[in-house]
């Protein structure tokens, strides 16, 4: 392609919109441009990428004997109704009406469509096992859509699931998937963790997240380094501290004047951190806004809270849950703003981290203005409701596996593997008929890998204060040729003949043509990160050439004829790796 007759433009500014690099340099590379909050289109350089991810994608997933589909992102809302999400997805989920009032929403994930698919058409265990995938664009209603293509309202996802006989099947499905996703992360050039995950909205019993490691990231994942443990730290397991081996001493009601924070009434009474129990209050709604409870969840003073535990705990969606306006809550439940403790709570759920239970003679709220007790202690003077995990877990805490202490690292989550078991084919009643002629449950899993959220990834590692550093397996062209001087007949032909040279060879190559100074095309070709760069200049004469690799700092002087043969050679290794 001659740059003189391509669709592009480069920025020269930094765009108000953004903020990280990958955003930055999308849109200053000319390839996506924002239509509106969260909704991107891709200009020609920025869709070849996509297109490469996607093709890895694909060959990956036919591999282990995937079958591409394509369904409509339009779905009826009696397909989530029927499998409880049309609730439990709550606001993100873009519902839509069509002119008759019915009901449908924009696809983020595919389940209760290739279940539905399945259900009509599968009946016998001959027919499975079954893999079907799809690339598709999905929606999402952000709340807060940011970073360009990392968490945007639209995007593209290939999203695949297996139909098996049973949990054997499933197993070796997943395995294979978990497999894929490995090949498809390395040959886009990411450097990546797999690491366990919660199941979230897409349920089922147990997961992984693929993530790509990142200081953007918005995933955080916590992982050791003496033994296999990585996860999430939303699904990390945070260990107990032993248990305190001190006497119970009595309970005491004392006065502690506007200590409202953990750190006040540690200090006011002296104490560590540790010996004090955090309160968090919370409403939790039923599928309608009347119908709510109130939850008080206590933790350790020097702990945080885990979300997701707590979620998880309650059995209920994220967006059932908000933290409970105080004084509304002091109403019905006896708590007092900065002052909560379990002891004279009630009327609300009491969910109580497992620490707590083991250690002794802590201060809690005493349900008292400016008051707090001390020496409370688990089951002689509270008890939970639920009794769990609910600690979010920071470096340095032990190893869930091993005791080693754990590390902590962010990452941006690329995809994510779940075995979905029966909860879809329970719940729509999908069923296959086994050697016997009876009905048994079709077990499923589900993979989507966040494509254009992939190309974002490659871009966070892959750029420097210049531009981009395409890895050769998804950059939009691998080579480009540049003409210094414009006009110079000499350095035009010897750069014509080195770019048909690269065509003919099978190198998807670039020729900058264009009228401009040397200056600006070498400043564009640093931005767009073309892997090979060949600069055609004053040597031409002599035949004689620039050859650099965009991610090496330093150029060497070769003939044409070498310059052309190295990129060749170059080009095919980097595509065989
Ligand atoms: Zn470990």
Redesign the pocket.
């Known amino acids: 392609m001659r740059l003189s007759k391509m669709y592009i433009r480069t920025l020269r500014e930094v765009p108000s919109e953004a903020e990280i690099p990958s955003h930055i340099w999308l849109l200053r590379a000319g390839m996506i441009r924002r239509l509106v909050s969260g909704v991107y289109g891709f200009m020609p350089l920025g869709f070849r990428s996509v297109r490469k991810i996607e093709e890895i994608i694909r060959e990956e997933m036919d591999a282990k004997g995937g079958q591409e589909i394509h369904m409509s992102a339009l779905q009826p809302a009696e397909l989530w109704q029927e499998s409880g999400r049309w609730y439990a997805y709550g606001p993100e989920l873009w519902r839509l009406k069509d002119r008759n009032e019915r009901e449908f929403c924009l696809g983020p994930t595919h389940e209760e469509i290739f279940t539905d698919i399945v259900r009509n058409e599968v009946s016998s265990y001959r027919q499975l096992p079954l893999n079907l995938y799809q690339i598709q664009t999905k929606y999402r209603d952000e709340k807060r859509p940011r970073f360009g293509l990392m968490r945007s309202r639209e995007f593209v996802m290939k999203d695949a699931y297996s139909f098996d006989r049973d949990r054997e099947g499933l197993d070796a499905s997943y395995h294979d998937m978990y497999d894929a996703y490995e090949r498809i992360f390395k040959r886009c050039g990411l450097v990546f963790r797999a690491v366990e995950a919660d199941t979230g909205a897409i349920g089922g019993s147990a997961s992984h997240e693929f993530t790509a490691l990142s200081e953007v990231g918005e995933s955080e994942i916590a992982y050791?380094d003496?033994?296999d443990?990585a996860a999430t730290t939303e699904r990390a397991v945070c260990i107990d501290d032993d248990p305190s081996t001190e006497a119970e001493l009595p309970m005491e009601k004392v006065v502690t004047p506007g200590t409202k924070t953990i750190e006040e009434v540690a200090g006011f009474l002296n104490v560590d951190a540790t010996k004090t129990i955090k309160a968090l209050l919370f409403k939790v709604y039923g599928e309608t806004e009347d119908v709510f409870e109130y939850v008080a969840a206590f933790i350790r003073g020097d702990r945080e809270l885990n979300m997701t535990k707590l979620i998880n705990a309650l059995g209920i969606p994220e967006h059932a849950i908000e933290f409970a306006d105080e004084n509304a809550m002091a109403e019905v439940t006896g708590a007092v703003g900065g002052f909560t403790g379990p002891v004279g709570l009630h009327d609300c759920k009491i969910v109580v981290d497992s620490e707590l239970v083991g250690q002794k003679n802590l201060v809690a709220g005493a349900c008292e203005k400016d008051h707090h007790i001390i020496n409370v202690n688990y089951d002689r003077d509270y008890k939970g409701d639920i009794v769990t995990d609910l600690k979010l877990i920071k470096a340095g805490d032990r190893?869930p596996?091993?005791g080693?202490p754990v590390k902590l690292a962010r990452g941006i989550e690329v995809g994510q593997v779940f075995k979905l078991g029966t909860k879809y084919s329970k719940s729509m009643g999908a069923y296959y008929k086994d050697e016997n002629m009876e009905d048994q449950l079709i077990v499923m899993g589900c993979y989507g890998i966040g494509v254009t959220r992939t190309l974002a990834a490659v871009v966070e590692q892959h750029h420097d204060e210049n531009g981009i550093i395409w890895p050769v397996s998804v950059a939009p062209y691998h080579a480009i040729v540049t003409i210094v001087t414009s006009g110079d007949e000499t350095q035009e032909a010897l750069a014509e003949a080195i770019y048909q040279e690269l065509l003919k060879a099978g190198v998807e190559a670039l020729l900058d043509d264009r009228k401009e100074r040397a200056g600006v095309k070498f400043k564009d070709a640093d931005v767009l990160g073309i892997p090979v760069r060949i600069t055609v200049g004053k040597k031409a004469a002599e035949g004689v050439v620039e050859y650099k690799l965009r991610k090496d700092p330093t150029h060497s002087e070769l003939s044409a004829q070498d310059a052309a043969a190295q990129a060749i050679a170059y080009i095919a290794s980097e595509l065989n790796r």
């Open positions: 050791c003496s033994c443990m190893c596996v091993c080693a």
